[in-house]
T-cell receptor
Framework: KAGVTQTPRYLIKTRGQQVTLSCSPISGHRSVSWYQQTPGQGLQFLFEYFSETQRNKGNFPGRFSGRQFSNSRSEMNVSTLELGDSALYLC?????????????FGPGTRLTVL | AQSVTQLGSHVSVSEGALVLLRCNYSSSVPPYLFWYVQYPNQGLQLLLKYTSAATLVKGINGFEAEFKKSETSFHLTKPSAHMSDAAEYFCAVGVSGGGADGLTFGKGTHLIIQP
């Protein structure tokens, strides 16, 4: 089975712009979670989608949003980019979601905000 | 809210020596506990997880971890380090409920293997 794929792998944006990141989960997985990784804050949970519905949400401002499509692919959008949004954004998929499920991570999208 | 503390941002061991990476957690309810490894420019790979079954959990690549409730610890060990073990290691805790069932990660420990 193909693993979790994320596109693009690298992205450079300027402050104030918006960005959309894409995640394709492992075939058959219905849960997709997003995480932000920065040197200062480490890995932080953004949100989880399951069957096109946001099921869980971390402590991030409303500028961070996401959605999931019927084929379980997910997109994450960040509006009005700030310098502090520079990070590695990781997507993880699992069959059913929930903590007992193993999450499989993609390679990440590295976003640089100038 | 739960939290994770990984003692030592960098740990250096000689090839063939014991690897011990420390993780302490806080949680008001029985937690799920995980260890992940991250190689440069890659995502996270699950090494092992504790889900309230056996307290000694065996994972991939010869790693294991022991859940000690009284010490709120979940330390990762490997009897003999290999050069390929050099990577960043993350301990994570997850608890159900509260609308934020995502994992809470520690800051990570960079494992250095000396030849």
């Amino acid at each position: 089975k193909a693993g979790v794929t994320q596109t693009p792998r690298y992205l450079i944006k300027t402050r104030g712009q918006q960005v959309t990141l894409s995640c394709s989960p492992i075939s058959g997985h219905r849960s997709v979670s997003w995480y932000q990784q920065t040197p200062g804050q480490g890995l932080q949970f953004l949100f989880e989608y399951f069957s096109e519905t946001q099921r869980n949400k971390g402590n991030f401002p409303g500028r961070f949003s996401g959605r999931q499509f019927s084929n379980s692919r997910s997109e994450m959008n960040v509006s009005t980019l700030e310098l502090g949004d520079s990070a590695l954004y990781l997507c993880a998929s699992s069959p059913r979601g929930g903590l007992a499920d193993t999450q499989y991570f993609g390679p990440g999208t590295r976003l640089t905000v100038l | 809210a739960q939290s994770v503390t990984q003692l030592g941002s960098h740990v250096s061991v000689s090839e063939g020596a014991l690897v011990l990476l420390r993780c302490n957690y806080s949680s008001s309810v029985p937690p799920y506990l995980f260890w992940y490894v991250q190689y440069p420019n890659q995502g996270l790979q699950l090494l092992l997880k504790y889900t309230s079954a056996a307290t000694l959990v065996k994972g991939i690549n010869g790693f294991e971890a022991e859940f000690k409730k009284s010490e709120t610890s979940f330390h990762l060990t490997k009897p003999s380090a290999h050069m390929s073990d050099a990577a960043e290691y993350f301990c994570a805790v997850g608890v159900s409920g509260g609308g934020a069932d995502g994992l809470t990660f520690g800051k990570g420990t960079h494992l250095i293997i000396q030849p």
